[in-house]
């Protein structure tokens, strides 16, 4: 069961900080804002899960049974699509994402804070790699990350000031028939960092190497949020968690400044609470939703959104999956299902018609046999020779690719479609623009040129899938002029004082890496800052 929590916050007094969203953003400022000796109360849409009680992993069946764990409410979690169809995968609960994430913990480049200044696209960060790099640190100590150091490092990595914590997983079988092939072209497959220590870490288990981080870890070996910050930030005694409640507007006073949110229970009840700071840490697809939800006579358009820019610039990740079948027995499924990555095509490349780059990444999830039945597209007698054929001989191919921001593509609520609370759902516009489009031509070249150096003897067409990589970014961006941002350097909102934004909206770029680090790296530095705040007599 939960651990009881001490606090509660009163109908009528403002706790120090109200946050939306219990994720990778949420999480984290929970627990340095209470450690900083400050009250919070953190509104999470979803449930609360108990590892060794709710995650199906160790069912026969799980196959069938543990997707539904995190599975999405059709009357609450909608949306809708503008232009090209996109495939929303997120999880709603206590840990937020982190739940269902592969763990995946690469830091950003420096030249992903700086990429009009080299490249001449796109708008530089407020802040630099060198600014964050402390804080990526002190990140991957929470989590207990694996990664690989000295030689066995990527040539790629980003300077470090301290070593990863634990050492890095072992290469599986499918990861090492890729790296024949990566060697073979003279590209670097190196071990990524993960957010699954190798070795006991703050009172969890070394990984188990079951394979099924995507449903839950049972053994509470992944670091995902629920296990790592939550309990810390709980343990202060100045932190209640509120599951199950939707947000539905940012109330202001007549001084500008945030005063409530106003959320519905499980049940629909409306509720308000008030704080001092709010924070919104919902993703870059809820964030501005609430947002633009909280119009009021001083911002007509939506809370912050002076700038009309809330909403604006969303990105993800281009994911382009590809498949490999290989004569020897791979069993991809054995070990972690992140089994290594690519970045010797992380950065612009002058001779490419396209500025920036991509990562390929091993992904040896969903080998299992019903997944890949499921693909096969044949029946009967055919079914059963194809899945002779095939089953434990395929390994799965993902990129990171980086989509350069747009103001086009947009997070915007829905005129017409509504859900089970009576709240517009998101509407999203995600289309590949040009830079996008001349990668997309580039990455499936490359990742069968690795398939066939690996020796693959039949090669799956690579696939790209809008939406897949999960990775949502950039509705809320952080900048210097508020003309042209919505938020500051330390994700502050330029137009109301006591607001900030916690999670993947204030990106500016997405870089070619899994965004979570990140995101929490910059929860810790914004935690900083609402901490001085209050010092100062500024919240």
């Known amino acids: 069961m939960p651990p009881r929590v001490a606090f509660r916050a009163s109908r009528q007094q403002p706790v120090g900080v109200v946050i939306v969203g219990c994720g990778a953003g949420g999480g984290v400022l929970a627990k340095e804002l209470s450690e900083a000796g400050l009250t919070v109360l953190v509104l999470e849409a979803g449930r609360r899960f108990i590892a060794g009680v709710d995650y199906r992993t160790a069912e026969r069946e799980f196959e069938v049974t543990a997707p539904t764990v995190f599975a999405p409410e059709p009357s609450r979690d909608r949306h809708t699509c503008h232009g090209t169809a996109f495939e929303v995968s997120r999880v709603k609960g206590v840990g937020g994402s982190t ?56 040539p790629f990595e980003p300077v470090r000031t301290a070593p990863y914590p634990t050492p890095p997983h072992e290469f599986n079988k499918a990861s090492l028939a890729i790296k024949r092939g990566a060697d073979r072209l003279g590209w670097h497959l190196r071990r990524e960092p993960l957010a699954i220590p190798t070795k006991p870490w703050h009172g969890r288990p070394a990984c188990l190497r079951a394979g099924a981080c995507m449903f839950g870890c049972a053994a509470e070996a992944k670091s995902s949020i629920d296990v790592t910050y939550v309990p810390k930030a709980e343990a202060t005694g100045r932190v209640e968690i509120r599951p199950r409640c939707v947000a539905r507007e940012v109330t202001v006073g007549d001084d500008g400044r945030a005063r409530s949110v106003v959320y519905l229970d499980a049940k629909g009840q409306e509720h308000e609470v008030f704080g001092r700071v709010v924070v919104l840490a919902a993703s870059a697809i809820e964030t501005p939703r609430l947002l633009v939800m909280s119009r009021s006579r001083r911002f007509p358009a939506g809370l912050a959104n002076g700038s009309g820019l809330v909403g604006r610039y969303f990105m993800e990740h281009l994911a382009v999956v590809a498949f490999g079948v290989f004569d020897e027995r791979l069993d991809a499924w054995r070990g972690t299902p992140a089994g290594g990555s690519i970045q010797d095509f992380y950065e612009t490349d002058r001779p490419n018609a396209f500025a920036r780059g991509f990562t390929i990444e091993v992904n040896c999830s969903r080998q299992w046999p019903l997944a890949v039945a499921r693909r096969l597209g044949v029946w009967g007698a055919s079914h059963r020779a194809r899945m002779k054929d095939v089953f434990g001989r395929m390994v799965g191919l993902a990129t990171v690719g980086e989509q350069l921001p747009d103001v086009r593509n947009t997070v915007e609520l829905d005129p017409v479609v509504k859900d089970s609370f009576g709240l517009p759902v998101p509407r999203i516009t995600c289309e590949a623009r040009d830079n996008d489009r001349a990668m997309l031509r580039v990455i499936p070249r490359r990742l069968t040129e690795l398939l066939e150096a690996a020796g693959a003897r039949e090669i799956w067409e690579p696939a790209y899938m809008p939406g897949w990589s999960a990775h949502y970014l950039g509705t809320c961006r952080m900048g210097r002029d508020p003309r042209t941002s919505v938020v500051d350097a330390w994700c502050r909102a330029h137009e109301v004082p006591n607001l900030y934004v916690g999670d993947g909206s204030v990106f500016v770029t997405g870089a070619a890496a899994n965004p979570a680090l990140t995101i929490m790296a910059l929860a810790m530095r914004t935690a900083e800052g609402i901490v001085r705040a209050f010092r100062d007599g500024h919240a």
């Open 99 to 154: 739940l269902a994430y592969l763990a995946v913990v690469p830091r950003f480049h420096p030249s992903d804070f700086r990429v009009r200044s080299e490249d001449g696209i796109a708008d530089d960060w407020p802040l630099t790699y060198e600014e964050l790099e402390s804080y990526y640190s002190e990140v991957e100590y929470e989590l207990g990350v694996s990664g690989p150091d000295g030689e066995d490092a990527s």
